[in-house]
């Protein structure tokens, strides 16, 4: 039996922070390790698009993300990576699935709505009225609007089956599924409905800010997977505590310990629990402290092997992921024209 595909994508947008490492890059290294699947991984670079980045900084990152991926483990000789820009038939599926997609839809989407909300570039606690934000989504541009179909055809090209993402995704696979199954039931069985897979941190909480994501929009609560040991150790005391003083994983009462709690697990290997054992008695800057150097040990590796990498390495393996990539898609799309009556 062939094994089920396995698809993901990150944008070139910035740098890589830790909620992007511990909600998806990670466990790509784990899915794509566990041999249960056929994995493909691409940089959104299309998606990026959608922030009007200056053309060298869009450059740069995209060369800079794909570091990450082979640093962080991904290997070509298992995976096929690829740029999503590279494959002509993501644009084309886009095209096709845009009559199929309600634009209400899209207007719906939270991280529509919280990059509409970007821009009207509120101070904290500002209020604003649905008026200001009514004349936000006029002034949008359309590709934020439809970024979901986008990612809807990086997906299905692909036949995958599942999708590892963070939290904050979930609502557009909900899309691609709808999106199967509408064209699906009008024009055949052409597609396979995705599903999510998420890590034990779907949603990685601001340093800062523990009621907020880490999000490269906010930098201030981010803690980058390039940041050097002196940086790291800086925010880790800076980093949000709550009231009280016990080590204790509580989301509702203690959301900064408990976010750091993970960090600390996820980084260590060691379960929460032995966590908190480890720290009875001892204070929050004692645990913070310790975090820091776990943190530092765990990204060192990763740092050194990207600092490593070769930019036409890089492009090496690029070129061949595309290739490969470039394959399988043109063949679905070719499937797909036939079936809705385009000439090929
Ligand atoms: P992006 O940088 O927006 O392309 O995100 C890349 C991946 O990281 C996506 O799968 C996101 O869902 C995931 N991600 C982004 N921020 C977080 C966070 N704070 N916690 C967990 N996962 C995240
Ligand atoms: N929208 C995703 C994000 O912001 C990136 C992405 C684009 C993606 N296409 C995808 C993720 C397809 C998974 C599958 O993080």
Redesign the pocket.
């Known amino acids: 039996m062939r094994k089920p595909i396995l698809i993901?994508?990150?944008?070139p947008?910035g740098k890589l922070?830790l909620?992007?490492y511990?909600?998806?890059?990670k466990n790509f290294v784990d899915l794509q390790n566990s041999g249960k699947y056929q994995c493909y991984f691409f940089i959104?670079d299309m998606?990026a698009l959608t922030e009007n980045p200056n053309p060298k900084d869009l450059q740069k990152n995209t060369i800079d993300l794909m570091a990450s991926f082979l640093a962080a483990r991904l290997n070509p000789k298992k995976s096929t990576l690829f740029i999503q820009s590279q494959i002509s038939a993501h644009l084309q599926l886009y095209e096709i699935l845009g009559p199929l997609t309600p634009v209400s839809e899209l207007l719906r989407m939270t991280a529509f709505k919280e990059k509409v909300i970007q821009t009207l570039k509120l101070k904290e606690g500002q209020i604003f009225t649905r008026e200001d934000f009514e004349r936000a989504v006029d002034e949008s541009n359309f590709g934020l609007a439809a970024y979901p179909v986008l990612m809807t055809a990086d997906i299905i090209l692909y036949d995958a089956k599942f999708v590892?993402?963070?939290?904050?995704?979930l609502q557009h696979l909900e899309l691609a599924r709808t999106l199967v199954r509408k064209f699906n039931n009008k024009y055949g069985k052409t597609f396979t409905e995705p599903k999510p897979l998420l890590t034990k941190?779907?949603?990685?909480?601001s340093l800062d800010d523990s009621t907020k994501?880490?999000?490269?929009s906010r930098p201030a609560g981010c803690l980058f997977m390039d940041d050097s040991p002196a940086i790291i150790r800086q925010k880790l005391t800076r980093a949000t505590t709550d009231s009280g003083k016990e080590i204790k994983y509580d989301v509702k009462n203690k959301p900064g310990v408990s976010n750091l709690l993970l960090i600390y697990s996820e980084l260590s290997g060691k379960s929460v629990s032995t966590i908190e054992k480890m720290y009875v008695g001892k204070g929050y800057a004692e645990f913070k402290k310790d975090l820091a150097e776990v943190i530092i040990r765990a990204l060192r590796p990763f740092q050194e092997r990207k600092k490593k990498l070769k930019p036409a390495e890089i492009k090496k393996v690029l070129a061949v992921g595309n290739k490969k990539a470039n394959t399988v898609a043109s063949k679905k799309i070719n499937e797909v024209k036939r079936k809705i009556g385009l000439l090929i």
């Not at 511990?22 to 890059?25: D, N, P, Q, T």
């Not at 994501?213 to 490269?216: G, Q, V």
């Open positions: 993901s994508g990150i944008q947008t922070h909620g992007n511990l909600g998806a890059l959104a998606h590892p993402v963070g939290r904050d995704q941190v779907p949603r990685l909480m994501k880490m999000a490269k």
